[in-house]
């Protein structure tokens, strides 16, 4: 079993629509845990870190359930540059990072 | 201010050859690592250095050795590349905070 699981879509979802993507790990000593985005043929950058209390960055909401080893990404009015794969990433101090395989978004117009 | 810069973008090697992937970082990061992506893995850590003069197996450390030549450097040779290593290779740095930051990658392919 992988240490970090996303479904790999692809999500195909019409501009402006919400979106959410789950993202689970197996390692309950993970202490940190971040949405990178990765752009085609790109390298990944850093969306947002997750916090446990739930956190938010303009149309973008991160949720930490540590009870349930589980994370998700909410995208709301989606727009067609949030094109991407969205990659679930998990950190346990000492142990470096370890990514999932990634989920797929295309907003279509 | 560059950030992480890796060379070359592209390689094409034959089964058996070598070659080393360069990555360098002006943000006086101390941590720096390796990465392979292939479809449907996910990002595997190859190797990855805490500090300069340290280095340390990560996930798929076979078949690579690596060298953190001073704190902007680390670079990533294969000594004798096998078609299992072709993948796109990205190289990422850090400082103390938990964001990691990445070059724009190497896309290898051994025939």
């Known amino acids: 079993r992988k240490e970090v699981e996303q479904d790999p879509g692809p999500f195909n979802v019409p501009e402006g629509a919400t979106v959410a993507f789950n993202c689970t790990y197996s390692?309950?000593?993970?202490?940190?845990f971040f949405w990178y985005r990765q752009d085609c043929r790109k390298e990944p950058k850093l969306l947002m870190s997750?916090?446990?209390s739930g956190n938010e960055d303009g149309r973008f909401t991160a949720q930490l359930n540590r009870a349930s080893q589980y994370i998700s990404l909410l995208i709301r009015d989606s727009k067609l540059s949030d094109s991407a794969t969205y990659l679930c990433v998990g950190y346990n101090y000492g142990q470096n990072f370890v990514f999932g395989p990634g989920t797929r978004l295309s907003v279509l117009p | 201010n560059a950030g992480v810069t890796q060379t070359p973008k592209f390689q094409v090697l034959k089964t058996g050859q070598s070659m080393t992937l360069q990555c360098a970082q002006d943000m006086n990061h101390n941590s720096m690592y390796w990465y392979r992506q292939d479809p449907g893995m996910g990002l595997r850590l190859i190797y990855y250095s805490a500090s300069e003069g340290t280095t340390d197996k990560g996930e798929v450390p076979n078949g690579y050795n690596v060298s953190r030549l001073n704190k902007r450097e680390f670079s990533l040779r294969l000594e004798s590349a096998a078609p299992s290593q072709t993948s796109v290779y990205f190289c990422?740095?850090?400082?103390?905070?938990?964001?990691?930051?990445f070059g724009p990658g190497t896309r290898l392919t051994v025939l």
């Open positions: 997750v916090y446990s």
């Open positions: 990422a740095s850090r400082v103390n905070t938990d964001t990691q930051y």
């Open positions: 390692n309950s000593a993970s202490q940190s």
